[in-house]
């Protein structure tokens, strides 16, 4: 069973930054995928970024792209997201999200779908104030 355990949110003025950290755990192979999603109070979650671990393809939303880097230390097992300039609508509850054991190529060509994703985190709230 691999558990996931986000870190580094919290509350922000607008224009700051934040970096989340997911670390995964338990028993670990090796991971195909692993993404971030959110979801506001109110609305549907959704994709904010994601890598295939076995390469480097990545992903982002429209709404993120530069301003938000993913990256990964596979050493660690942990998967980052740098949030940059940050807005009031990028407040949501972040959740880290893996793919692991199901097949790599499927999870590759649908990065920032939520059914290609076999494991998730509880979340961290991450809150921007104008």
């Known amino acids: 069973q691999v558990q996931l355990v986000e870190s580094g949110g919290g509350s922000v003025q607008a224009g700051g930054s934040l970096r989340l950290s997911c670390a995964a755990s338990?028993?670990?192979?090796?991971?195909?995928?692993m993404g971030w999603f959110r979801q506001a109070p109110g609305k549907e979650r959704e994709g904010v970024a994601a890598?295939?671990?076995?390469?480097?393809?990545?992903r982002y939303a429209d709404s993120v792209k530069g301003r938000f880097t993913i990256s990964q230390d596979n050493a660690k097992n942990t998967v980052y997201l740098q949030m940059n300039s940050l807005k009031p609508e990028d407040t949501a509850m972040y959740y880290c999200?893996?793919?692991?054991?199901?097949?790599?190529?499927?999870?590759?060509?649908?990065?920032?779908?939520?059914?290609?994703?076999?494991?998730w985190g509880q979340g961290t709230q991450v809150t921007v104030s104008s």
């Open positions: 338990g028993y670990i192979a090796s991971s195909n995928c």
């Open positions: 890598i295939y671990t076995r390469g480097t393809d990545t």
């Open positions: 999200a893996a793919n692991y054991y199901d097949s790599p190529g499927y999870c590759r060509t649908n990065l920032m779908s939520q059914g290609a994703y076999n494991y």
